[in-house]
């Protein structure tokens, strides 16, 4: 059986983004699907991201000429097919053969925009070279000179547009994917054999390939040297180190970055302000998914504030969008673009190339009939006019003091 027959069966059941998690909880191990899903604590935020979509309701117009639509989306001079990309994800590649590769390249015949996760298992110049319009996003290293040379690696590999994601000072909860025994770097024992065992498309497709093609994968990108295995017996991965870090090493980072940078994690417009102010080219509001600080507003809440505190500075947006409607409803209310995390994971994880490719277009087809049915005929034409918030849903922000 071919793997392009495998994973056709796989995604035959797939209608929507929503139809691929179960198809990957049932390829993946129970712990590996548990790293990639979970969210932190309670899951409070990772619900009110879907939740906050009842709140936001469309006002469509009717009897307009919507015969020409398009989908297509500028953003710094490239038109990007649609406007929508795909967060940055860690070990993508263990979830996916190859993963990172594989949602960079099919992101790119999409042409839509894929950032390469800082924790990744493949090499960033191998990735670039591959699909060259590709954005990386890094975690910062706890100094100034690690900080740096990741940098300048970024820059040599010839990535011209670097996330730098700023919602993790300090690790969150890894409660729910510890009770599901996932561990970084993986723990070689009897559970990991059992678990590769009970799931043996995933073990011999993905991880066993891996390792029989390029051997046991590392995590490449996290610093400018430092290399640690995936799998390994009594070690730790460096988590922690950065909570020091300020406003004054994002400056060092603007003065030495000289294509396009975008700050990932922002909620509160104060610091989007703030980051306007020191230079960056745009901004990504994330609550992470829910995966960090259980509790973090939905980042829909706060996107018109936002909008009002950087004025026409591109504004991204990611956390809980599934539908072409979540998408119209950011859009409506102030983003330019839009990313979509965990189901494109699940895509790859299932279908590979082809896999990433349907989520792909399940979605770019969702906006483009919604788009008809608003009576508007592209992204750009639309405004808060075309929705109704409820009242309460958003935050207000006119009684919070800066601290
Ligand atoms: C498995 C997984 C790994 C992630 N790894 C990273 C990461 O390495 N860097 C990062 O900035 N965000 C990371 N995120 C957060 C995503 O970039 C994104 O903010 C989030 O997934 C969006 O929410 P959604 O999954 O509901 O679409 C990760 C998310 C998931 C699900």
Redesign the pocket.
């Known amino acids: 059986m071919t793997s392009s027959y495998l994973a056709k069966r796989r995604m035959r059941k797939v209608f929507c983004l929503d139809d691929f998690e179960p198809a990957a909880r049932r390829h993946l191990p129970a712990s590996i699907f548990a790293?990639?899903?979970s969210p932190a604590e309670t899951g409070q935020s990772?619900d009110d991201?879907r939740a906050v979509f009842q709140d936001i309701r469309f006002v469509p117009r009717i009897l307009r000429d919507v015969s020409k639509r398009t989908t297509a989306r500028p953003l710094w001079g490239h038109e990007w097919a649609a406007p929508f990309g795909i967060?940055?994800?860690?070990?993508?590649a263990l979830t996916a053969y190859r993963g990172d590769l594989v949602l960079a390249q099919a992101a790119a015949a999409e042409n839509i925009p894929m950032?390469m996760?800082?924790?990744?298992l493949m090499r960033i110049e191998d990735v670039i070279k591959a699909a060259p319009k590709s954005w990386f996003?890094a975690?910062l290293p706890p100094t100034t000179e690690r900080i740096a040379a990741l940098v300048q690696r970024v820059a040599n590999a010839g990535f011209e547009t670097l996330?730098v994601?700023v919602?993790?000072a300090v690790r969150g909860s890894t409660e729910h994917y510890e009770r599901a025994h996932f561990h970084s770097p993986l723990q070689p024992g009897l559970r990991l054999l059992w678990e590769g065992l009970s799931h043996p498309a995933w073990a011999i497709g993905t991880f066993g390939r891996t390792i029989a093609t390029t051997g046991l994968p590392h995590f490449e990108n996290s610093d400018s040297e430092k290399r640690i295995p995936v799998m390994a017996r009594n070690m730790v991965r460096e988590f922690s180190g950065r909570a020091h870090l300020a406003w004054d090493a994002m400056e060092r980072i603007r003065a030495q970055w000289k294509g396009k940078l975008i700050l990932?994690?922002i909620l509160h417009p104060h610091d989007a302000q703030k980051a306007k102010v020191l230079g960056v080219d745009g901004i990504?509001l994330?609550?992470?998914?829910?995966?960090q600080l259980d509790g973090a507003v939905s980042p829909m809440r706060v996107l018109p504030a936002v909008r009002a505190a950087v004025g026409d500075m591109p504004l991204m947006i990611?956390?809980?969008?599934?539908r072409g409607t979540d998408v119209i409803k950011a859009l409506a209310l102030g983003a330019d673009f839009v990313?979509?995390?965990?189901?494109f994971?699940y895509a790859a994880t299932v279908g590979g190339h082809a896999g990433v490719v349907k989520a792909s277009t399940i979605l770019k087809k969702e906006i483009f009939d919604a788009l008809g049915m608003m009576g508007v005929t592209s992204p750009e034409s639309l405004n808060a006019g075309y929705v109704k918030v409820a009242a309460d849903a958003l935050t207000r922000f006119d009684d919070v003091l800066d601290q």
């Open positions: 790293y990639v899903c990772m991201n967060s940055p994800m860690a070990v993508s950032v996760s800082g924790s990744s996003q975690y996330v994601t919602d993790v990932k994690g990504v994330s609550n992470h998914g829910g995966r990611d956390s809980g969008f599934r990313f979509v995390g965990r189901p994971n």
